[in-house]
């Protein structure tokens, strides 16, 4: 069973306009998330996190939102660029024995139109 | 000098050939890991190396066999593999595997076509 669920396999946004990728999670004991970014023919490159402490943490124009209560997050880019087209891919790790081991959503892909 | 390199970046091999692929990583990282990507899966965690120690193997066929030499280098060593065996395999790196904040860095891949 998908411990990180990233439930839209693909998001199209106009460039300039604010791009909302999600991600939901089922292990309570997840404590640290993680956002990386990937483009064809590269490996996965860390973008954000936040820990389980915060409700929000930002760096420039990424913005990742905590809800625990729910278990969500999700990650805002904004204004969005051609750029920023890419999978992006939703990971979540717990604290402790094993915190070595991140769990890895499927991926969004987002593809933001000129 | 990228942080993660891997080679090669393709390989396409027979059931019968024996092939490893390389990791290096220049981050002066203790833990380092293999993952595979399938088509339409989520990221498979396949080993990790602490300090050149194995400290994981998520139930990985025998046919797969890492060797990790030193912190800077990662081998995985194929063999007799199946066409389901035709993935994405990435290396990655961390500075420390138990740390609070586990952020690890890719290496591009090596896209793997057992025929």
């Known amino acids: 069973d998908q411990q990180v669920k990233q439930n839209s396999p693909s998001l199209s946004v106009q460039e300039g306009r604010i791009s909302i990728l999600n991600c939901d999670y089922t292990n309570s004991m997840f404590d640290y998330f993680l956002w990386y970014k990937k483009y064809p023919a590269e490996g996965p490159t860390f973008l954000i996190s936040?820990?389980?402490?915060?409700d929000k943490n930002e760096d420039g124009r990424f913005t990742v939102f905590l809800n625990k209560s729910a278990k969500h997050l999700s990650l805002h880019i904004v204004p969005s660029q051609p750029g920023d087209s890419a999978v992006y891919f939703c990971?979540?790790?717990?604290?402790?024995?094993?915190?070595?081991?991140?769990?890895f959503g499927k991926g969004t892909k987002l593809s933001v139109i000129p | 000098e990228t942080g993660v390199t891997q080679t090669p970046r393709h390989l396409v091999m027979g059931m019968t050939n024996k092939k490893s692929l390389k990791c290096e990583q220049h981050?002066?990282?203790?833990?380092m890991y293999w993952y595979k990507q399938s088509a339409k899966k989520p990221l498979e965690l396949m080993f990790v190396y602490s300090l050149e120690e194995r400290v994981e193997n998520n139930s990985v066929p025998s046919r797969f066999s890492p060797e990790c030499p030193n912190s800077s280098h990662l081998f995985l060593h194929l063999h007799t593999l199946q066409p389901e065996d035709s993935a994405l395999y990435l290396c990655?790196?961390?500075?420390?595997?138990?740390?609070?904040?586990?952020?690890?860095?890719f290496g591009a891949g090596t896209r793997l076509s057992v025929l």
């Open positions: 936040i820990s389980s402490i915060k």
């Open positions: 981050l002066g990282h203790n833990a």
């Open positions: 990655a790196s961390s500075q420390d595997r138990g740390a609070l904040k586990n952020i690890q860095y």
């Open positions: 990971a979540a790790s717990a604290h402790g024995a094993g915190s070595y081991q991140l769990t």
